[in-house]
């Protein structure tokens, strides 16, 4: 089953605005990744934060996470075409022999 | 350094046939995951390798099998191949079980 939930499912915005993506988990986590993917290709993985952050940088792109409500969010700003892909949030286990489990994605469509 | 390499890219088989998938790692990183991302399912845990051992399973039936190499590596064999096994097979790797997973390019697999 998805530990992980993205909303919206499909997000279709202009070159140089922003992009906001949610993920929304059940369990207790270590960790919560983010993954690009294109046409159906491998995963690009875009960033990691641990359940002691609160908030992560990288590039254009910002992660908070709020453990209490057991949700995160991905920031891409200035949106550019070749952002368009299918954006998964990943959350790591707490303990055990538990795996990284994957929403079913947000969709972004950028348009020049 | 090289990223996560799998093959082969595309294959295409038959009903009943049998298949067998490869993945190598990152170098240094002990742990190898399966992922199966059929269309509109999202990606969905299919096994999970460490250090030679089968740590954790997806809710698969028994004809999806694997192993992992000393050095590392990994096989996906799946057998008596179903139509519904047509999908995208992502392998990823990582350190060990609570850090970046790192994915290859997948292998698709069309049943026929």
């Known amino acids: 089953s998805q530990q992980g939930e993205e909303d919206p499912q499909a997000l279709s915005i202009q070159e140089g605005e922003n992009a906001t993506m949610n993920c929304s988990y059940k369990?207790?986590?270590?960790?919560l990744q983010w993954y690009r993917q294109n046409s159906g290709r491998g995963l690009v993985h875009l960033i990691l934060i641990r359940s002691n952050e609160r908030e992560k940088h990288s590039g254009r792109l910002r992660v908070t996470l709020d453990t209490s409500k057991k949700s995160s969010s991905l920031l891409i700003t200035a949106s550019r075409a070749a952002d368009t892909a299918s954006y998964f949030c990943a959350t790591g286990p707490n303990s055990g022999y538990s795996t990284l489990t994957f929403g079913k994605g947000t969709m972004l469509l950028v348009s020049p | 350094e090289a990223g996560v390499t799998q093959s082969p890219t595309h294959l295409i088989k038959t009903r009943g046939q049998q298949v067998t998938l490869r993945c190598s790692p990152i170098s240094g990183h002990t742990s190898v995951y399966w992922y199966q991302q059929a269309l509109g399912l999202g990606l969905q845990f299919l096994l999970w390798?460490?250090?030679?051992?089968?740590?954790n399973r997806g809710n698969f039936p028994p004809r999806f099998s694997g192993r992992q190499f000393p050095n590392y590596s990994s096989e996906l064999n799946v057998n008596a191949l179903e139509l519904e096994d047509s999908a995208l097979y992502l392998c990823?790797?990582?350190?060990?079980?609570?850090?970046?997973?790192?994915f290859g390019q997948g292998t698709r697999l069309t049943v026929v």
């Open positions: 369990t207790s986590i270590n960790n």
């Open positions: 390798y460490d250090e030679g051992e089968e740590r």
């Open positions: 990823a790797s990582s350190l060990e079980g609570r850090t970046e997973a790192f």
